[in-house]
């Protein structure tokens, strides 16, 4: 009878291209995409206050996007458990940036609070949901997305 | 003591202030709670599914992405409702 051993997590690394950044970097390219939609309602609703409102609350979400995805591929090259540990406290970290980012604006005279808030929400939201339909198509037909030959 | 002093002396609006600015800190930290014990979860587990099949690490490293920022957004909405009531 054979015992199955599971390999460490800690010893565990991961090579070749890390997906978060590609997922991170289409996130960022259809952010580009509904930029000026956001941005317009915002001004119908807040103003000038509400452009630049938005423009920042779109700029926190996409570089969270980005600074998430980085930290998970780096850590991913060098150990699972250290990927673990840097996914738990860079949540912290994030929230403590995103944190200290709307802290250092919040008197600012261009501000809307309301539009930053909501287009901190609905961007995070909208951006995933819109870029889980492509990556849901390309998990369950893998088909329809078809890789160049290697040579 | 002095801040309980600190707190009687307040008058009726910054009493009101005060205790709006309080309770969406506290709003806030527990909606940073729930999200934290998610992603703990999330990742704990999508660890173990790598190390037991490194070839199937690219999809569950793309779902485990795409769950880390589903959960976080909680706790986004709670920071959201922090800066619309508290600042």
Redesign the interface.
């Known amino acids: 009878m054979s015992t199955m051993t ?4 800690m010893t ?1 690394r ?1 090579e ?5 950044i590609s ?2 970097l289409d996130i960022l390219k259809r952010g580009a995409y509904a930029a000026p939609v956001i941005v317009a309602v915002c001004a119908v609703f807040a103003g000038l206050d509400g452009v630049f409102s938005s423009l920042y609350g779109m700029a926190l979400v996409l570089v969270n ?1 980005l600074l ?2 980085g930290l ?1 591929a780096f850590t ?1 090259r060098i150990s ?2 250290l ?2 540990g840097a ?2 406290f860079g ?2 970290a ?2 403590g940036l ?2 200290l980012a ?2 250092l604006v ?1 008197d600012a005279p261009w501000i809307s ?2 539009a ?3 287009t ?2 609905v961007t ?2 909208g951006l ?1 949901v819109w ?2 339909r492509y ?1 849901a198509a390309s ?1 369950a037909f893998p088909g329809l997305k078809p890789r160049r030959p290697a040579n | 003591m002095e801040a309980l002093a600190a707190l009687a002396a307040l008058t009726g609006d910054e009493a009101k202030a005060a205790s709006a600015a309080g309770s969406a800190g506290f709003a806030y930290g527990l909606a ?1 709670i729930g ?2 014990i998610g ?2 979860y999330l ?2 587990k999508s ?2 599914a ?3 099949q ?1 070839e199937a ?3 569950v ?6 769950g ?3 959960t ?2 909680l ?3 709670g ?2 409702v922090f ?2 009531i508290g ?1």
């Open positions: 599971t390999p460490d997590p565990t991961l070749g291209e890390a997906p978060e997922v991170s996007f998430a995805a998970v991913a699972l458990g990927m673990m996914v738990l949540y912290l994030r929230l995103i944190f709307v802290i919040r609070l309301t930053l808030g909501l901190i929400i995070h939201l995933l870029e889980m990556v998990l | 940073a999200p934290g992603i703990g990742v704990g660890v173990e790598m190390a037991r490194p690490a690219g999809m490293r793309t779902t485990m992405f795409l880390i920022a589903f976080e957004a706790a986004l909405i920071f959201v800066i619309l600042l």
